[in-house]
């Protein structure tokens, strides 16, 4: 009669492969920063990308889900900032009736891009659904860069006062640049 169990060398190799199992995982760490600025080499600006994420690395943990919503929250945050920096230049004293048209115009596109943003950042939030509408993200996301571009446009032309005109371009190129490699992080979802 044969025996069903396995001879004790074998028996004891496979014991130590798999009492040794999750020492493995735990000797070869994901490392958090790492992941990222692998990452962000696909993104349009991955200097700009590695900077605004590296201090979620931790919460982020080598997942693209997570790194996606913090690069929106980050180019929400931004638009957000940028929205009322140009409502604020929007109330000074001394602007010609066109600069005030061009600045209000510019606070509907950021209001535009806010909006579409935080539709993205809820989508890939949304616990529920085990799969998230990646087009409707890349939709949304994709908007709000076009809302940035289109407060830009506004500004095209000698009839704009230089010093409100490089404020402004200086806030949208920050807004934008975000907005892109958020986009591009979209991309890379499953």
């Known amino acids: 009669m044969e025996s069903s169990y396995l001879p004790l060398p074998i028996t004891a190799i ?5 009492i040794n199992q999750p020492n493995i995982a735990k000797s070869q760490p994901v490392n958090d920063t790492q992941f990222i600025k692998s990452t962000c080499q696909s993104t349009p600006y991955p200097d700009l990308c590695l900077s605004s994420l ?3 690395a931790t919460a982020i943990h080598g997942s693209h889900r997570l790194m996606t919503i913090a690069a929106l ?9 940028a929205s009322s920096t140009v409502e604020r230049l929007a109330k000074s004293s001394g ?8 600045m ?5 596109e950021f209001g535009d891009s806010i909006e579409e943003l935080k539709m993205a950042v809820a989508e890939l939030k949304d616990n ?16 709000a860069l076009t809302d940035d571009d289109t407060c830009m446009d506004g500004f095209a032309g000698d009839a704009m006062n230089d010093n ?12 934008a640049q975000l907005t892109s490699n958020a ?3 979209v991309s890379l979802l499953k």
């Open 164 to 175: 409100v005109k490089e404020s402004v371009k200086a806030l949208v190129v920050d807004v």
């Open 104 to 108: 209000r115009d510019c606070i509907e």
């Open 14 to 18: 496979l014991l130590t492969i798999l």
């Open 183 to 185: 986009l591009s992080l």
């Open 54 to 56: 590296s201090a979620d």
């Open 95 to 102: 602007l010609t009736p066109r600069e005030s048209y061009v």
């Open 128 to 143: 529920d659904k085990t799969r998230f509408k990646t087009k409707d993200i890349r939709t949304w996301v994709s908007a």
């Open 73 to 81: 929250t980050v180019a929400l945050s931004h638009t957000r900032s």
